[in-house]
């Protein structure tokens, strides 16, 4: 059976276009799967995920948890602000100890960059990023190079355009990342206080018109202003933002793509980076993005967990 050539999911920069073209393939096997009557297989049944997540999250965690579910995985939660981070304990020791109750895998939302490596350094079981800090999202850009290439086929040549807040978006540097190993060529888009000023050295271009990127390109991939991970003004005001660089429906048909794709990680502000006729539109696969998510999640867990020695269901005492 062929395999990942990592251990770990820690980020898209570790993941070679095998593994991903090996991804996408066993995600579609598990979207027959979970669109089925029964939607369960037992390909997990004896392995124990714990969720950790230090941040917030509504999508992530729940089709991280569906995945393990249908997958037939026993699943551990936790979440911070419920538990004992909040009187000093570090992170190490924290993991350590839920892993001392026969966790085989862990995944994690970290508000720090670099949290999901310095983990798999420290302790001894599977780790999955599930975004750390404005660094990495890896599980989102596989879903959306999946859901991608489900409307448009191969993304050898496609141009894809991300929008908004570059700077603070770790779904954007992985999207790049993904994108450009699948053969894409990526636009960013946004104000020049919101694009990093090295991004070019990424091999992306840089726009400051979205009318201009609109007019050319395949997929519309537009970020949420993360008011929460900006402590200074980058632009001057909500009104002024959506002016510039919201999609609506009257710049759309300006545009006249009509096949363009329509794409958000959400959550979504309404009215300020997407008005709700486009995220609800016929272009919008915002939706789809979300469903495949839980294929996706699935096949990582399934070749991660492929790749280690998976324990033999084990005879309990009581077994003769
Ligand atoms: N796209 C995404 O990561 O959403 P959540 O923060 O709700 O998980």
């Known amino acids: 059976m062929a395999e990942l050539s990592v251990a770990h999911l820690l980020g898209i920069k570790y993941l070679n276009r095998d593994d991903l073209e090996l991804i996408f393939e066993t995600a579609a096997q598990f979207k027959q799967v979970i669109n089925r009557p029964?939607?369960?297989v037992?390909?997990?049944?004896?392995?124990?995920?714990?969720?950790l997540f230090f941040e917030n999250s509504t999508r992530t965690r729940l089709s991280f948890e569906l995945a393990e579910k249908r997958l037939s995985a026993?699943?551990?939660?936790?979440?911070?602000?419920?538990?004992?981070?909040?009187?000093?304990?570090?992170?190490?020791?924290?993991?350590?100890?839920?892993?001392?109750?026969?966790?085989?895998?862990?995944?994690?939302?970290?508000?720090?960059?670099?949290?999901?490596?310095?983990?798999?350094?420290a302790v001894n079981s599977v780790i999955i990023n599930a975004g750390d800090g404005a660094h990495e999202h890896p599980t989102q850009?596989?879903?959306?190079?999946?859901?991608?290439?489900?409307?448009?086929g191969e993304l050898q040549g496609k141009r894809v355009a991300i929008v908004g807040d570059i700077l603070h978006s770790r779904v954007a540097l992985s999207n790049i990342l993904c994108l450009q190993k699948l053969g894409a060529q990526v636009e960013v888009c946004g104000p020049t206080t919101l694009i990093p000023k090295y991004i070019e050295s990424l091999g992306v271009s840089v726009s400051y018109d979205l009318d201009h990127t609109l007019a050319h390109s395949d997929v519309i991939n537009m970020l949420r202003v993360q008011h929460e991970r900006q402590h200074l003004r980058y632009f001057p005001g909500v009104r002024e933002?959506?002016?510039?660089?919201?999609?609506?429906?009257?710049?759309?048909?300006?545009?006249?793509?009509?096949?363009?794709?329509?794409?958000?990680?959400?959550?979504?502000?309404?009215?300020?980076?997407?008005?709700?006729?486009?995220?609800?539109?016929?272009?919008?696969?915002?939706?789809n993005q979300v469903e495949n998510g839980v294929a996706l999640r699935m096949a990582v867990l399934y070749l991660l967990a492929a790749k280690q020695e998976v324990p033999a269901p084990a005879e309990t005492p009581l077994s003769v």
């Open 38 to 40: 029964i939607k369960k």
């Open 42 to 51: 037992p390909s997990l049944r004896d392995i124990t995920v714990a969720n």
């Open 74 to 121: 026993d699943v551990v939660n936790f979440s911070a602000s419920s538990s004992s981070v909040s009187k000093g304990e570090t992170l190490v020791d924290t993991v350590n100890n839920i892993l001392s109750m026969k966790v085989d895998m862990v995944v994690m939302r970290h508000p720090h960059p670099g949290a999901a490596f310095f983990l798999s350094r």
């Open 141 to 152: 850009a596989l879903l959306d190079a999946f859901s991608m290439r489900e409307k448009l």
């Open 241 to 287: 933002y959506s002016q510039q660089f919201g999609l609506t429906r009257a710049r759309l048909e300006q545009a006249g793509h009509p096949d363009q794709v329509i794409m958000h990680p959400g959550p979504m502000n309404r009215g300020v980076e997407i008005s709700s006729d486009v995220a609800d539109g016929p272009q919008s696969i915002i939706l």
